[in-house]
């Protein structure tokens, strides 16, 4: 207790979204002031078993969407709705050199796809790949840390080189879920085949929006043999907010 004070004092913490200075140790994993912890939101349960999306309908809980065309995973989970804080913290993970925030939401990810069976199974973790242009820009790969971090709480092994990204991303962000599938047809590849021919493969992402990288990501993973496929993400967007 008296060790805790004395970091406290001498080490003083800030927000890991706002950057508000900390007089005391936050109370949650990630390192939120209170204003902040207020403005992030769990996935809300019950969701569809397939996308993740929030979805009420008791009688079939499978959102129309993925009645209608299934995906190519078997399930995708994310720990935060995209928006407020999460929306922060993910800019600051992924633009903002923040890579200390790796270790707590690579350890939520890790308990989320506990909790969700996700990790039943499976046989290799794999983050999406990034550009390689923009990895070297940024010295980083966002998903890969993610990945370490999930494999080491998970005991499960990490290849991040058994995907590559093969066409530059769109520089819209923003398109709709028909623009963006199309914007990443055939965007990746599997450079390592034996690492996921025949496996259950956990594929790891920071934030999916439409859900079509996702997509990609899985039925490539699947051409090359995978017999199974699940995602997990730090942030999901709501389908209205895309």
Request: charged residues 25%.
């Given at each position: 207790?008296?060790?805790?004070?004395?970091?406290?004092?001498?080490?003083?913490?800030?927000?890991?979204?706002?950057?508000?200075?900390?007089?005391?140790?936050?109370?949650?994993?990630?390192?939120l002031c209170p204003?902040?912890?207020?403005?992030?939101?769990?996935?809300?349960?019950?969701?569809?078993?397939?996308?993740?999306?929030?979805?009420?309908?008791?009688?079939?809980?499978?959102?129309?969407?993925?009645?209608?065309?299934?995906?190519?995973?078997?399930?995708?989970?994310?720990?935060?709705?995209?928006?407020?804080?999460?929306?922060?913290?993910?800019?600051?993970?992924?633009?903002?050199?923040?890579?200390?925030?790796?270790?707590?939401?690579?350890?939520?990810?890790?308990?989320?796809?506990?909790?969700?069976?996700?990790?039943?199974?499976?046989?290799?973790?794999?983050?999406?790949?990034?550009?390689?242009?923009?990895?070297?820009?940024?010295?980083?790969?966002?998903?890969?840390?993610?990945?370490?971090?999930?494999?080491?709480?998970?005991?499960?092994?990490?290849?991040?080189?058994?995907?590559?990204?093969?066409?530059?991303p769109s520089a819209?962000?923003?398109?709709?879920?028909?623009?963006?599938?199309?914007?990443?047809?055939?965007?990746?590849?599997?450079?390592?085949?034996?690492?996921v021919r025949g496996?259950?493969?956990?594929?790891?992402?920071?934030?999916?929006?439409?859900?079509?990288?996702?997509?990609?990501?899985?039925?490539?993973?699947?051409?090359?043999?995978?017999?199974?496929?699940?995602?997990?993400?730090?942030?999901?967007?709501?389908?209205?907010?895309?």
């Amino acid at each position: 207790m008296i060790l805790s004070v004395l970091v406290d004092a001498l080490l003083p913490r800030s927000c890991a979204s706002c950057r508000t200075p900390l007089s005391r140790r936050p109370e949650d994993p990630v390192g939120l002031c209170p204003s902040c912890r207020e403005g992030i939101a769990l996935v809300p349960s019950p969701v569809c078993p397939r996308c993740g999306q929030p979805f009420g309908d008791d009688d079939d809980p499978t959102c129309r969407r993925c009645a209608t065309r299934p995906p190519p995973f078997r399930y995708l989970r994310a720990v935060f709705v995209y928006g407020g804080t999460a929306r922060d913290l993910v800019l600051r993970f992924k633009h903002g050199k923040a890579f200390a925030l790796s270790r707590p939401l690579g350890t939520l990810l890790a308990a989320v796809a506990a909790r969700e069976g996700l990790l039943e199974g499976t046989d290799v973790v794999v983050p999406v790949p990034a550009w390689p242009p923009r990895a070297v820009q940024r010295r980083y790969s966002p998903p890969a840390l993610l990945a370490r971090v999930l494999g080491r709480r998970t005991d499960l092994p990490v290849d991040a080189r058994a995907l590559a990204r093969v066409r530059a991303p769109s520089a819209d962000g923003h398109a709709g879920p028909r623009a963006r599938a199309g914007r990443v047809a055939g965007a990746f590849a599997v450079r390592r085949v034996e690492a996921v021919r025949g496996k259950r493969v956990l594929v790891v992402d920071d934030v999916v929006t439409t859900g079509a990288t996702a997509a990609e990501i899985a039925a490539v993973l699947r051409a090359a043999g995978a017999t199974r496929v699940d995602v997990v993400a730090v942030a999901l967007a709501a389908p209205d907010a895309v």
